[in-house]
């Protein structure tokens, strides 16, 4: 299963991987670049990551979702690379028999990767210069 | 005996700040973390505030700072975190 791509992210395949007949709701998180922060004229997006942790995190908050929320299917997927305004940065995909932890699991799915994966993302803007967002220490346990 | 460098893998932030997406230090005599990012800062000081933030990993897991050193392991710095 892709969890990080370099290439622009296909919400369609996602929806086909995590077909369910069992479940009645389908939530669906996508993250797209906007065009400003702080009140500064953002270009683009570079984000990177450290594979090898960042993949097996992402499994593991798929996981954790599923068995915190009881919902049936979660699927993540982050884009990597430099993105333009309206790009899709990451795609969270959850399907439950009902809504109420569908949309519970698929804030707890955003949040936590967030958080919790090796992903870093700098924020070129239109007078040149460029900043890496603020973030959230890892732990070590 | 150990190899004469440990490569340390800096990302995000670091890589910026350093300059280089792989540093080489002097393999820390007492095989520490702590010893090897002292080195670190005395030939890339601006990286001097960011450390203390950084989880440390070693291949795909994140190890404390009081993991010991072995020979073949390079160390990868994780700044702060914030995809999505």
Request: aromatic share 4%.
């Amino acid at each position: 299963m892709t969890t990080l791509s370099n290439q622009p992210l296909d919400l369609d395949s996602l929806l086909a991987e995590t077909e369910d007949d069992s479940a009645g709701a389908l939530v669906v998180f996508s993250g797209t670049i906007r065009n400003h922060h702080d009140n500064k004229s953002v270009e683009r997006l570079s984000y990177t990551a450290y594979e090898p942790i960042a993949k097996k995190a992402i499994a593991e908050i798929e996981q954790e979702v599923k068995d915190i929320f009881g919902v049936t299917q979660c699927r993540i997927i982050h884009r990597i690379g430099d993105l333009e305004i309206g790009d899709i940065a990451i795609h969270c995909v959850v399907r439950s028999a009902h809504r109420g932890e569908a949309f519970e699991a698929a804030k707890y799915a955003i949040d936590t990767t967030k958080s919790r994966v090796p992903i870093w993302k700098e924020e070129h803007y239109s007078d040149g210069t460029s900043v890496f967002r603020e973030g959230t220490p890892l732990k070590a346990d | 005996m150990q190899a004469a460098n440990l490569r340390i893998h800096c990302l995000g932030i670091l890589q910026s700040q350093t300059g280089q997406a792989i540093c080489e230090i002097d393999w820390p005599q007492d095989n520490s973390i702590e010893t090897a990012l002292a080195a670190l800062v005395e030939v890339h000081p601006s990286v001097a505030n960011e450390l203390p933030r950084c989880a440390c990993a070693i291949g795909d897991e994140i190890v404390p700072r009081s993991y010991q050193l072995q020979a073949g392991d390079e160390l990868v710095l994780l700044p702060p975190v914030g995809g999505g």
